[in-house]
C-alpha cells in the first residue's frame, strides 16, 4: 500500500508557479530524499503534504487520507519538521513537547512527551528554557515535536541543516532507526552524502517539476560504480577494464583515474586487471549522484 | 480539548514576557491611584452633602463612586487589552511557529478560541486584582452588590472585545507593534465615535461607550450585552477567517 499518493499537484504564488504538476508515490516504510537547489519547491509540496498550505490544483493522499477533504485525520498520523523549527523559546523542553502531543491527540500526552525525550537524547536539557539552547539542540527539539504522537509518516524540511558534522550523523542514524520501525519518511536536503547515507529513492526537483525519479543507483547511470586510480594510464587501461565481463562504461577521467559503471559488484575483477598498471587507488564511485543533480539542475538548462 | 490545551498555554506565555508583568503593574497602580482619587472625591462630596443647606441627602456609592471609577478602568482597558492581544498571532508568525498549529489535528476556530480565551483568562486576573478596593469598602458601609457585578461584567465584555478586535489585527501581520497601533486606532474610534451624534442614532449604537454606562448603575439590558457578544463573535469570525487564509496564501 501507498503511503503517499500525488497527482498532479500544483501550486502557484501569483505569477510564480512554486510546484508544477507534481506526481509520484511513496511506498509504506520507504525513506524519500527530495533533492533540488534552493527554490525548487521541495518545502512548498512538504507544506502541502502537511496540510499547512492547499494546492491550486491536484491531490495529495495520504494513507487513503484526502488531505483537501480530511486533513484532521492525515495530521494524525504526520509528523513534520519545517524548515524553521517551530519553537517557542519561553517554554522549557518538556513543557514544550507535552503540549506538542497534546495539540497532536498522541495518547497519553505527557508519557509521549517522556518517551520522545528519552528517544531523541534530551534528557540533560529537559528542563531548560528552548530559548537558551544551542542550535543543535533546538534541531532535536524540532525533531522530537515531530516524533512525539509516533506518527506513521515523517516530513522532515532540512532536517540536518545547520548541525555539526557529529550532529548531522546522530539525526541520520535516528532517521535510519525509525525507518527500521516501519516509519515512511520524506527528508529534503541539499547535501548530497546525506541522501546517500539514508535515502532508498531520490526524487530531484527542479523548478517545480520532477526532473528524475529513480533509486539512488538508478539515478547514477550503474547499479555500481568504481573509481580507480593508476600509476601508468594508457589507452590500454581502458580497453583492458571494458573488456571485463558486466562492465557497462569505462570513462577516462583526469590523474589516471577511471570510472567504471557494471551491472555488478566488479572491483575484485578490477583490481585484479589493472595490478599490473600500478593501483594506487580504488574505491566505489561517489560522484555519480552529484554529476547527475548537477546536470539535471543546472538553471541554464533549456534556457 | 485542544481549546484549553491552546489557552493555557497562551495564559502562561503572557506570564512569561515582560509585557505581561508590565501590564499587569500599570493596570493595577493606575487603577490603583484611579481608585483613590474617586474615594477621595466621594468622603469629601459625602461630607459637603450632609447635614448641609440640601439637608441629609445619601449619595450612592454605586453612582458617585463605582460607575466613574469603572469609566476610567475601561478607558485603560482599552489601551491595555491591544498590548496583551498583539502578539496573539503576529508573534506565531514572526517566529514559524504558527506552522506547529496548523499542521496539527486541531480546527483553526479551535485555535483562536484558544488564543482568544488564554488571552481572556490573563484580563481575568487584572480585574480580580481590582476587586479589593470596592470589597474594602464593606468594612464601612454597604454598596450595591448588584452594581457592583454589573459593572465588572461591563469590564469583561469591553476587554473581551478589545482582545477579539486585537486578535484581528494581530492575525494581519508579523509585526506587534503594528497590530499594538491599529487596535488602540480602532478601539479609541469604537469608544468615542458615539459623540458624533445623540445615543440613539446610528453612532451612538455602535459606540461602546452607550453599551457600558447602564451597566456601570447596574442597569443589565439584553441590547447591551448582545451588543458586546456581538461584536466579539464578529471579530472572532473574521480572524478565523483570516488564519484559514493562511492555508491559501
Redesign the interface.
Given at each position: 500500500m501507498s503511503m503517499i499518493e500525488v497527482q498532479n499537484l500544483t501550486r502557484r504564488f501569483g505569477a510564480l508557479t512554486a510546484v508544477d504538476d507534481l506526481s509520484f508515490s511513496v511506498g509504506q516504510g520507504d525513506i524519500v530524499g527530495f533533492l533540488g537547489p534552493n527554490g525548487a519547491g521541495k518545502s512548498t509540496t512538504m507544506?502541502m503534504l502537511?496540510?499547512?498550505?492547499?494546492a491550486t490544483s491536484g491531490s495529495v493522499t495520504i494513507a487513503g487520507h484526502d488531505i483537501a477533504t480530511d486533513?484532521?485525520?492525515v495530521?494524525?498520523i504526520?509528523g513534520?519538521l519545517?524548515e524553521?523549527p517551530?519553537?517557542?523559546?519561553?517554554?522549557t523542553v518538556r513543557s514544550y513537547l507535552r503540549?506538542?502531543a497534546?495539540?497532536?491527540?498522541a495518547k497519553s500526552p505527557n508519557q509521549a512527551a517522556d518517551n520522545v525525550i528519552d528517544r531523541v537524547d534530551l534528557g540533560a536539557v529537559a528542563g531548560r528554557l528552548i530559548g537558551h539552547l544551542s542550535k543543535g539542540f533546538r534541531q532535536r527539539v524540532g525533531v522530537a515535536?515531530a516524533l512525539v504522537h509516533e506518527p506513521r509518516l515523517l516530513i522532515l524540511d532540512e532536517p540536518t541543516s545547520g548541525l555539526d558534522p557529529n550532529q548531522r550523523v546522530e539525526i541520520r542514524a535516528l532517521i535510519a532507526d525509525l525507518a527500521k520501525g516501519d516509519v515512511t519518511v520524506v527528508l529534503s536536503t541539499h547535501i548530497l552524502p546525506e541522501v546517500e547515507a539514508v535515502c532508498g529513492r531520490v526524487i530531484i526537483l527542479h523548478q517545480g517539476k520532477i526532473v528524475a525519479q529513480d533509486t539512488l543507483a538508478g539515478l547514477s547511470g550503474a547499479d555500481q560504480a568504481v573509481r580507480v586510480v593508476v600509476a601508468r594510464p594508457s589507452d590500454d587501461v581502458g580497453s583492458a577494464l571494458s573488456a571485463l565481463p558486466g562492465v557497462l562504461q569505462v570513462k577516462a577521467l583526469d590523474d589516471g583515474a577511471y570510472r567504471v559503471e557494471a551491472n555488478d559488484d566488479v572491483r575484485e575483477a578490477v583490481a585484479a586487471c589493472v595490478v599490473g598498471f600500478g593501483l594506487l587507488e580504488m574505491g566505489r564511485d561517489q560522484a555519480g549522484l552529484e554529476d547527475v543533480f548537477i546536470k539535471l539542475t543546472r538553471s541554464d538548462r533549456g534556457a | 480539548?485542544?481549546v484549553l490545551?491552546?489557552a493555557a498555554?497562551e495564559f502562561?506565555?503572557t506570564f512569561?514576557?515582560t509585557i505581561g508583568w508590565l501590564v499587569l503593574a500599570a493596570f493595577l497602580f493606575l487603577n490603583g491611584v484611579f481608585f483613590l482619587m474617586w474615594l477621595t472625591y466621594f468622603a469629601e462630596a459625602s461630607a459637603q452633602f450632609s447635614g448641609g443647606a440640601y439637608g441629609d441627602v445619601q449619595l450612592l456609592l454605586s453612582e458617585q463612586l463605582f460607575a466613574p471609577f469603572y469609566g476610567n478602568v475601561a478607558t485603560i482597558l482599552l489601551f491595555i487589552c491591544p498590548a496583551l492581544s498583539m502578539r496573539m498571532f503576529a508573534e506565531e508568525r514572526s517566529?514559524?511557529?504558527?506552522?506547529?498549529?496548523?499542521?496539527?489535528?486541531?480546527?483553526t476556530a479551535e485555535i483562536v478560541l484558544g488564543k482568544f480565551l488564554g488571552a481572556l483568562g490573563f484580563v481575568t486576573v487584572l480585574l480580580a486584582g481590582l476587586l479589593y478596593g470596592p470589597l474594602l469598602l464593606w468594612w464601612w458601609s454597604t454598596p450595591d452588590i448588584g452594581a457592583l457585578v454589573t459593572g465588572n461584567l461591563a469590564l469583561f465584555l469591553v476587554a473581551a472585545s478589545t482582545i477579539a478586535i486585537g486578535a484581528l489585527f494581530s492575525s494581519f501581520t508579523d509585526n506587534q507593534i503594528t497590530a499594538l497601533v491599529v487596535t488602540v486606532s480602532v478601539c479609541l474610534a469604537l469608544y468615542i465615535i458615539g459623540a458624533v451624534g445623540d445615543q440613539d442614532s446610528i453612532w451612538g449604537q455602535i459606540s461602546i461607550l452607550s453599551h457600558i454606562d447602564d451597566l456601570f448603575l447596574g442597569g443589565i439590558r439584553l441590547s447591551d450585552v448582545s451588543y458586546f457578544v456581538g461584536l466579539i463573535g464578529v471579530f472572532l469570525f473574521a480572524t478565523h477567517q483570516k488564519v484559514e487564509s493562511?492555508?491559501?496564501s
Open positions: 507544506r502537511t496540510g499547512s498550505l492547499g486533513a484532521r485525520a495530521q494524525r504526520v513534520y519545517p524553521t517551530p519553537l517557542y523559546t519561553d517554554m503540549f506538542c497534546k495539540i497532536k491527540k515535536q | 480539548m485542544a490545551t491552546i498555554r502562561r506565555a512569561n514576557s517566529q514559524r511557529t504558527l506552522e506547529l498549529l496548523l499542521t496539527s489535528p486541531i480546527s493562511y492555508r491559501w
